[in-house]
T-cell receptor, first 112, second 117 residues
């Protein structure tokens, strides 16, 4: 089964700084990798999905890279804002019916 | 598009009662839905996969008689926690595999907070 690790577990930065969140997975034979945002007590919001054939995906201030061979993905958030404060989760399918394995998440606090 | 809702958003019940949680895909048909459980400060753990018209498949360690899943239509899956106990208190989240060109993605509901007294 796929093991997903996220480092760091928590991150606190002043507003305006760029954020770098890391995700690693043990089995490089993945279909895709998805990044989510979760606010306290809420469900998950999909941020980006990277297909296995892609090396990166961008949406606004968010950019996610994927290096399958090394089993890593990085989520970059440019010019952070207090509204970016949340827990960010990465997830990888561990079966061909798209069951997801989640990392434990990185909790981000952006200080005004 | 690809919106998933859950009802109720929170529920408090007495120990020994059963609780039903609904998961609906609002603007698409979802042949496959998933149920997750999340404890405080922890990540999501997959409980079961719900396929329309067939029995759910449960992950190892999840009691199928405790957590009954029914996927009776292409837009609705239900999770019933039977004879709930305080240790069943948790945040339950469902997701649906996306339609058409979004089949590689999962779209998540807002979650249901269950508290068993």
């Amino acid at each position: 089964k796929q093991e997903v690790t996220q480092i760091p577990a928590a991150l606190s930065v002043p507003e305006g700084e760029n954020l770098v969140l890391n995700c690693s997975f043990t089995d490089s034979a993945i279909y895709n990798l998805q990044w989510f945002r979760q606010d306290p007590g809420k469900g998950l919001t999909s941020l980006l999905l990277i297909q296995s054939s892609q090396r990166e995906q961008t949406s606004g201030r968010l950019n996610a890279s994927l290096d399958k061979s090394s089993g890593r993905s990085t989520l970059y958030i440019a010019a952070s804002q207090p509204g970016d404060s949340a827990t960010y989760l990465c997830a990888v399918p561990f079966s061909n019916d798209y069951k997801l394995s989640f990392g434990a998440g990185t909790t981000v606090t952006v200080r005004a | 598009g690809a919106v998933v809702s859950q009802h109720p958003s929170w529920v408090i019940c007495k120990s020994g009662t059963s609780v039903k949680i609904e998961c609906r895909s609002l603007d698409f048909q979802a042949t496959t839905m998933f149920w997750y459980r999340q404890f405080p400060k922890q990540s999501l753990m997959l409980m079961a996969t719900s396929n329309e018209g067939s029995k759910a498949t449960y992950e190892q360690g999840v009691e199928k008689d405790k957590f009954l899943i029914n996927h009776a239509s292409l837009t609705l899956s239900t999770l019933t926690v039977t004879s709930a106990h305080p240790e069943d208190s948790s945040f339950y989240i469902c997701s649906a595999r996306g339609p058409g060109g979004f089949r590689d993605e999962q779209f998540f509901g807002p979650g249901t907070r269950l508290t068993v007294l």
